[in-house]
Structures are given as structure tokens and as C-alpha cells.
């Protein structure tokens, strides 16, 4: 059991670039989600798959993001044009099944300049 | 939606002291998690815990179902100990399924 990974674990942007973090879950677990992190703040949900299906997403999930899980393993997150608002740790988890413990992995930290 | 509120936001505590930390939710919850996130981001997992008590060394949770709340326990407390602990209840059902977070405890334990 190798635990979540996040790759990459910093990215620094300029405002309206184009960003991707990828997500690696736990190898049996099937149910796989995204969270984001602001200062002082716990982590809010974002999106959820199990497997390849993106099953539900966020109201703060706005049009310029995007997430995809093919094949039901590794996940994406796209963020499209940035804003300084975008600014946070994005954090996946894993779970193996809906009422069995999310694992979370170390997170991406996105800084917009 | 259900809310979760964590009390106290901020506590200081010596080495070796001991505390408790509360975690209320507005609903009924099947299986409460207890995370420690350490200085660099990690939230790593203490407890999943439905009801009753469970125990890791030094640490210890409770969650009282029926009233809506549950306690983390931290005896003889280190350094290492420092950061933010986050409780947070599950919502899941159909095509739902997510965690809740409550706004966290930051502890810090001074040498």
C-alpha cells in the first residue's frame, strides 16, 4: 500500500495559464475525490468518481475546471485561465468503498501570480 | 447541509500536558473521521470512528452518535503533536459522496 500520491506537489502560475495536477489513488480503492484547501480554512469538496464516472461536482467547481479519471486509476484536475482566486491546495483522496475511510494524499499547492 | 463546527480554534499547551478536543455536527453521522494535518500539508488519518471509543497510543477519540458530537483525546502531549486537527462527517447516498470538514483546532505544544 503505497498511499495517495499527488504529482506535482508545487505549481506556480501566472494569471491565465493553463494548469494540470494529477492524482495516483490507492490501488484498490475505486472511489476517488478531489478537495481544495484555502488558508485557515478545512479542505471543501470539489468532485468524486467511482471509477471512470464523475458521479458529482461541486457548485464551486466553475466551467474552467475540469477532472477526469480514464480507465477508473489516475485522475486529473485542469484548471483553465487562472485567477489569483485559484490559489490554494488541491487535495485527493481515495476511498475503497462509499462508507470506508478517505486516504488523503500530500496535495498540490497552486499559487497564481 | 450538515455542518460541522470544531472547538477550540486555537490551543497552546506545554509538553506533556494533556487535552481534549471537541468536534459537533448538525445531523446524524455514520462514521466520523479525525485527521492531524501536519505542517506541510499532510492530512494523515487518527481515527474512523462510528460510535463508541477507539484508542492509538497516546491519542483516543469518542463520538456519542446520539448527541451529535465527538471528542479527541491527546494525553502526554509532544511536539510532534503540533498542527491542525480536522474533524469531518460523510454524506454519502446515490450519486453522493464526500467528506465535511469542520474549520479545524490549530494546536501548537511549546517545549
Known amino acids: 500500500d503505497t498511499g495517495v500520491s499527488q504529482n506535482p506537489r508545487h505549481k506556480i502560475t501566472k494569471r491565465g495559464q493553463n494548469v494540470t495536477f494529477r492524482c495516483d489513488p490507492i490501488?484498490?480503492?475505486?472511489?476517488l475525490y478531489w478537495y481544495r484547501q484555502t488558508l485557515g480554512q478545512g479542505p471543501e469538496f470539489l468532485t468524486y468518481?467511482?471509477?471512470?464516472?464523475?458521479?458529482?461536482k461541486s457548485r464551486l467547481l466553475s466551467d474552467r475546471f475540469s477532472a477526469e479519471r480514464p480507465k477508473g486509476s489516475f485522475s486529473t484536475l485542469e484548471i483553465q485561465r487562472t485567477e489569483q482566486g485559484d490559489s490554494a491546495m488541491y487535495l485527493c483522496?481515495?476511498?475503497?468503498?462509499?462508507?470506508?475511510?478517505?486516504?488523503f494524499g500530500p496535495g498540490t499547492r497552486l499559487t497564481v501570480t | 447541509g450538515i455542518q460541522v463546527e470544531q472547538s477550540p480554534p486555537d490551543l497552546i499547551l506545554q509538553e506533556g500536558a494533556n487535552s481534549t478536543l471537541r468536534c459537533n455536527f448538525s445531523?446524524?453521522?455514520?462514521?466520523l473521521q479525525w485527521f492531524h494535518q501536519n505542517p506541510w500539508g499532510q492530512l494523515i488519518n487518527l481515527f474512523y470512528?462510528?460510535?463508541g471509543t477507539k484508542q492509538n497510543g497516546r491519542l483516543s477519540a469518542t463520538t456519542v452518535a446520539t448527541e451529535r458530537y465527538s471528542l479527541l483525546y491527546i494525553s502526554s502531549s509532544q511536539t510532534t503533536d503540533s498542527g491542525v486537527y480536522f474533524c469531518?462527517?460523510?454524506?454519502?447516498?446515490?450519486?453522493?459522496?464526500?467528506?465535511?470538514f469542520g474549520t479545524g483546532t490549530l494546536l501548537a505544544v511549546q517545549p
Open positions: 490501488s484498490e480503492h475505486n472511489r
Open positions: 470512528i462510528p460510535s
Open positions: 469531518a462527517a460523510p454524506v454519502y447516498g446515490g450519486a453522493t459522496n464526500k467528506l465535511i
Open positions: 468518481f467511482q471509477n471512470e464516472a464523475q458521479l458529482e
Open positions: 445531523d446524524s453521522v455514520n462514521n
Open positions: 483522496a481515495s476511498s475503497f468503498s462509499a462508507i470506508n475511510a478517505q486516504y
